[in-house]
T-cell receptor, first 113, second 113 residues
Framework: KQEVTQIPAALSVPEGENLVLNCSFTDSAIYNLQWFRQDPGKGLTSLLLIQSSQREQTSGRLNASLDKSSGRSTLYIAASQPGDSATYLCAVRPDNAGNMLTFGGGTRLMVKP | DVKVTQSSRYLVKRTGEKVFLECVQDMDHENMFWYRQDPGLGLRLIYFSYDVKMKEKGDIPEGYSVSREKKERFSLILESASTNQTSMYLC????????????FGDGTRLSIL
């Protein structure tokens, strides 16, 4: 059964710092991987989706990479801002699971002014 | 922009009541999903639907049922609410084509007393 782990569970950084969030998964037979952001008490906002054949995706200050063979993805946030404070979740869609996603537990990020 | 709307942000019900959670999306998405989110357990899929009147069980379907009579609307039903169903419930939708991200509503925080 696919398991998705995100370390660290929480992270606090000063504004302006570049940072990396980690996501690992146990079964490399994935179809795609998605990164989400969740603000307190709210739903999830899709940030980036990486197909299994891709190595990375970029959107503004965000860059997500995927190393399928090692079961890892990273989300790089450049020049962090207080507005980036949120919980970041990764989710994998396994090959054989239709549209179902398996989520990691998330990393709670705080960017201090 | 995709809009996924959940009928209530907060809901308080009593044990044994039949509870309906409603979700509507405005993008003609084929797929719709219901998740629950609990501290320490993350997001878990309850049910999903890939077409009108079609449904598939997720990881934790026990105690729940769903209804999809129209493409834009997906209802989650707690047949006889219990206190262990107190949770944050999140609805999502996506296109049926491959590599399409899931879009989430803002969630319903349900308390069963």
């Amino acid at each position: 059964k696919q398991e998705v782990t995100q370390i660290p569970a929480a992270l606090s950084v000063p504004e302006g710092e570049n940072l990396v969030l980690n996501c690992s998964f146990t079964d490399s037979a994935i179809y795609n991987l998605q990164w989400f952001r969740q603000d307190p008490g709210k739903g999830l906002t899709s940030l980036l989706l990486i197909q299994s054949s891709q190595r990375e995706q970029t959107s503004g200050r965000l860059n997500a990479s995927l190393d399928k063979s090692s079961g890892r993805s990273t989300l790089y946030i450049a020049a962090s801002q207080p507005g980036d404070s949120a919980t970041y979740l990764c989710a994998v869609r396994p090959d054989n699971a239709g549209n179902m996603l398996t989520f990691g537990g998330g990393t709670r990020l705080m960017v201090k002014p | 922009d995709v809009k996924v709307t959940q009928s209530s942000r907060y809901l308080v019900k009593r044990t044994g009541e039949k509870v309906f959670l409603e979700c509507v999306q405005d993008m003609d998405h084929e797929n719709m999903f219901w998740y629950r989110q609990d501290p320490g357990l993350g997001l878990r899929l309850i049910y999903f639907s890939y077409d009108v009147k079609m449904k598939e069980k997720g990881d934790i379907p026990e105690g729940y049922s769903v209804s999809r009579e129209k493409k834009e609307r997906f209802s989650l039903i707690l047949e006889s609410a219990s206190t262990n169903q107190t949770s944050m419930y999140l609805c999502a939708s996506s296109w049926g084509q491959t590599h399409q991200p899931q879009h989430f509503g803002d969630g319903t925080r349900l308390s069963i007393l």
